[in-house]
């Protein structure tokens, strides 16, 4: 294990805004990689806030609290946050969160020109408060219909995270980890961002466009192709009424054949099948 000996200067400041029931994985990634980052430098490279809008503990979905320091009205006016990264982690449930001096505060720090980034739901507040207008944007897998739907002014892309010049979106759990080395490589170095995510044994890197979701191209070989073929028919068609007929015309696959595929590798029926992909989608 090297020693990094990176160019003397001060720390970085990332201020986490904790929404409650936020992810505590997803916020453990982020922070691992500066933590190790900071464990292989010559001085500390990075330090970190928690901050949410009153302060006090924050609970997150796990029941596992966080103290938090008050975002305070005073702070809010005061313009220009000190921090080089602010990141907002919302997760199910926070798509309905609302805030007027939060959202108003975060406006103030993309017009300073802080990199602002948005975790899984932390993507609908950021949408919500204008600052993803004409902006590529992705948010989990899960939520990315329901994501693209509601806000219809953004470029939806389903992928591991996006930079759009300040403003950043994550679609949260690992792609944490490869979000924060992409930072760690352009502030530092990649060898840096190498030795850390050897350390974390992070030995596949995605890139930003990478897929949230193996399609029906990168599935795994297990997989059939006429599964695959049908998935991904039915995902695209999620709102619209099919019957299994329709389907078999379409993919040009016997009936018969297809329902004995299912039955197969899942051990349901197509249309039981599409019954839970539509309850998902309709959750999401």
Same mark, same amino acid.
């Given at each position: 294990?090297?020693?990094?000996?990176?160019?003397?200067?001060?720390?970085?400041?990332?201020?986490?805004?904790?929404? =409650?029931?936020?992810?505590?994985?997803?916020?453990?990634?982020?922070?691992?990689?500066?933590?190790?980052?900071? $464990?292989?430098?010559?001085?500390?490279? $990075?330090?970190?806030? #928690?901050?949410?809008?009153?302060?006090?503990?924050?609970?997150?979905?796990?029941?596992?609290?966080?103290?938090?320091?008050?975002?305070?009205?005073?702070?809010?006016?005061?313009?220009?946050?000190?921090?080089? $990264?602010?990141?907002?982690?919302?997760?199910?449930?926070?798509?309905? &969160?609302?805030?007027?001096?939060?959202?108003?505060?975060?406006?103030?720090?993309?017009?300073?020109?802080?990199?602002?980034?948005?975790?899984? +739901?932390?993507? $609908? +507040?950021? %949408?919500?408060?204008?600052?993803?207008?004409? *902006?590529?944007?992705?948010?989990?897998?899960?939520?990315? %219909?329901?994501?693209?739907?509601? #806000?219809?002014?953004?470029?939806?892309?389903?992928?591991?995270?996006?930079? /759009?010049?300040?403003?950043?979106?994550?679609?949260?759990?690992?792609?944490?980890?490869?979000?924060?080395?992409?930072?760690?490589?352009?502030?530092? /170095?990649?060898?840096?961002?190498?030795? !850390?995510?050897?350390?974390?044994?992070?030995?596949?890197?995605?890139?930003?466009? &990478?897929?949230?979701? =193996?399609?029906?191209?990168?599935?795994?070989?297990?997989?059939?192709?006429?599964?695959?073929?049908?998935?991904? &028919?039915?995902? *695209?068609?999620?709102?619209?009424? +099919? !019957?299994?007929?329709?389907?078999?015309?379409?993919?040009?696959?016997?009936?018969?054949?297809?329902?004995?595929?299912?039955?197969?590798?899942?051990?349901?029926?197509?249309?039981?099948?599409?019954?839970?992909?539509?309850?998902? &989608?309709?959750?999401?």
């Amino acid at each position: 294990m090297a020693t990094i000996n990176t160019a003397s200067k001060q720390a970085e400041l990332v201020q986490f805004i904790l929404l =409650p029931r936020f992810n505590m994985a997803t916020l453990t990634t982020m922070i691992e990689p500066m933590r190790i980052a900071n $464990y292989l430098s010559t001085h500390a490279l $990075y330090h970190w806030q #928690f901050l949410s809008r009153h302060g006090g503990a924050v609970q997150a979905s796990n029941d596992m609290v966080i103290a938090c320091d008050e975002l305070a009205s005073d702070k809010i006016a005061s313009g220009k946050s000190p921090a080089s $990264y602010i990141v907002l982690l919302g997760s199910w449930g926070a798509e309905r &969160y609302s805030d007027e001096k939060l959202t108003s505060w975060l406006r103030g720090q993309a017009r300073h020109g802080i990199f602002l980034i948005g975790v899984e +739901i932390g993507a $609908y +507040i950021f %949408a919500r408060a204008g600052l993803l207008t004409g *902006k590529k944007a992705t948010t989990h897998w899960s939520l990315f %219909a329901g994501f693209a739907e509601t #806000f219809p002014k953004l470029e939806p892309a389903e992928q591991m995270f996006t930079i /759009d010049h300040n403003i950043m979106t994550c679609a949260g759990g690992m792609a944490g980890v490869d979000l924060m080395l992409h930072c760690i490589e352009q502030t530092h /170095d990649h060898d840096l961002a190498r030795e !850390v995510a050897g350390q974390m044994l992070h030995h596949f890197r995605c890139d930003a466009h &990478y897929p949230q979701r =193996p399609g029906p191209q990168t599935a795994a070989a297990a997989t059939h192709p006429v599964i695959q073929q049908t998935i991904a &028919y039915l995902e *695209k068609r999620i709102e619209d009424s +099919i !019957v299994v007929p329709d389907i078999c015309k379409q993919l040009g696959i016997p009936q018969r054949q297809l329902e004995r595929l299912f039955n197969k590798h899942f051990g349901c029926t197509i249309v039981q099948f599409c019954r839970l992909m539509k309850l998902q &989608y309709a959750r999401t």
